[in-house]
């Protein structure tokens, strides 16, 4: 009939929509860990900066 042939026409446009969705999801999620190394590596390069300051006042 006509009203299930609809229905399965929006269930394959739901579908599609919902592999879409899951497909930005896994590239934020893959930008969000990216960015938590990044700042994971720029918090110890500022921690060591820290270090080699107090060192060099210290000699002063």
Request: net charge positive; hydrophobic share 45%; aromatic share 0%.
């Amino acid at each position: 009939t006509k009203r299930l042939a609809k229905l399965e026409s929006d269930l394959a446009g739901l579908k599609q929509e919902n592999n879409s969705l899951k497909a930005s999801v896994d590239t934020a999620t893959a930008q969000l860990k990216s960015a938590q190394a990044d700042l994971a590596k720029a918090q110890a390069e500022a921690t060591k900066a820290t270090a080699d300051m107090a060192k060099a006042q210290a000699k002063a």
